[in-house]
Structure formats: structure tokens, C-alpha cells
């Protein structure tokens, strides 16, 4: 934890706000949850330590989560999860039973908004309300870091560009379960839902496999 890069940087940028899909459509909302499902598809998971009371929490989902390119990016190629310093609420993180309170304590949680991004590990804190263009920058950046090993300064001086992938996953019976009870962007498939929908089909269907980013089968 003590390695943790932290994030400090300002960068200015236009940015445009648009309304998408509603944040109960793909924010999870239990950290342990969060961390499965990040285990289950591959993906990057973003912990959001929040406050109910927190002014800067509530601005940043009304000004960062509701933008649809950000959605597209935490839709499709992370995880995200909200959660609140709740004495009620269970966790368990390096082997240690603790409840929530606690797990800010673990974490060394000073502040709401915090962010912790994770790949399986935690992997870097930035702590505050961030801009969305700095957002978007910053989850384009651990796309990228899945494959190469960059600092982000000088991700942002090379101005990587870095895209949504398409993903065909081929899960266990019992994942695929978990994923329809516990993740709200994991659906089967029907013909209303929006290509950012982590969709599951009975059979393979290339037609279909064309119009979503993520395809989930049965092993």
C-alpha cells in the first residue's frame, strides 16, 4: 500500500456534458463484489471510497458519471463500485474480516472522493474530484498499463491513443451466475439493450458478436 502511486496533475480540457445510461445500471455498490466481478471478465476495478454527505462525490457523479463516454469506458472495460463508510457492511481484504468503517481506516482514507484503482492488487490512489476529460485520461492510461509499463505523465506527453476493445469471454456456469445477480451491466441477451451491455448468449451468433463490446459464453 505504501507503493501506491498517487495521482496529482491539472489538466484543463473542454469537455461536454451529456446524459446516458442510469448509474444503478452498472455501479456496484459492495467492494468484495466489485473485486469478483473484476476477477471473473479480466477487468480493472475502480473503488469510489464516497460520503452521502460528500459535496464533491455528488458532483462527481452528476458531472463525470453521467458523461457517455465515460460510461462506455467503465461499461465495457472496468468495473466501477461505489461504497460508504458503513459500520454495517462486511468486508474482507488481505485475509482480515473488517467492516467498513474499518476498511477506510485499511486504506487510509482521508478524504471522499477517493479513488483506488485495482488489478486484482491495488494498483494507484488518486485522491479528490477529477475533471471528466482527467478521468477519461486516467482509465485510457490503465487500459494501457495492462500491456505496457509507462508513467502516466508520459502517457499523456505521447498522447497514446488508446480504444475499446471487443472481448468474447468464455466463463464457468457458476460465473456467469454470479455476474447476473451481482453485476447490473451483465444481462442475457434481448433486443433492447445498447452495444456497452456485457451481453450472454446461449450460442455463438457472429452477427450478434458484431453489435456489443462484450460477449460472454458458457465454457
Given at each position: ?37 473484476g476477477e471473473i471478465t479480466g477487468k480493472n476495478v475502480v473503488i469510489m471510497f464516497s460520503s452521502k454527505s460528500c ?120 460465473d456467469i451466475e454470479y455476474l447476473l445477480l451481482n453485476d447490473p451491466n451483465t444481462k442475457k441477451y434481448n433486443e433492447k439493450m445498447d452495444k456497452y451491455t456485457n451481453v450472454i448468449l446461449d450460442k455463438v451468433d457472429k452477427k450478434l ?11
Open positions: 500500500m505504501k507503493n501506491l502511486f498517487v495521482f496529482a496533475m491539472f489538466i484543463f480540457a473542454i469537455s461536454i456534458y451529456s446524459y446516458a445510461a442510469n448509474l444503478d445500471d452498472f455501479i456496484i455498490h459492495d467492494f468484495n463484489t466489485a473485486l469478483k466481478i459535496y464533491y462525490c455528488k458532483k462527481f457523479k452528476e458531472d463525470v458519471l453521467t458523461d457517455k463516454k465515460i460510461q462506455k469506458w467503465l461499461r465495457t472495460e472496468f468495473i466501477f463500485a461505489e461504497i460508504y463508510a458503513d459500520k454495517n457492511k462486511s468486508a474482507n481484504f488481505k485475509n482480515k474480516s473488517m467492516n467498513y468503517v474499518e476498511l477506510f481506516g485499511a486504506f487510509g482514507i482521508r478524504g471522499t472522493p477517493t479513488f483506488f484503482f485495482f488489478d486484482k492488487e491495488p494498483l494507484a490512489q488518486l485522491p479528490g474530484f477529477v475533471e471528466k476529460d482527467t478521468f477519461l485520461s486516467i482509465l485510457k492510461y490503465f487500459k494501457y498499463l495492462k500491456t505496457r509499463n509507462i508513467k502516466y505523465q508520459d502517457f499523456v506527453k505521447s498522447n497514446i491513443k488508446v480504444n475499446i476493445e471487443r472481448k468474447i469471454l468464455k466463463l464457468k456456469k457458476e458478436e458484431e453489435n456489443f463490446y462484450v460477449i460472454i459464453y458458457e465454457k
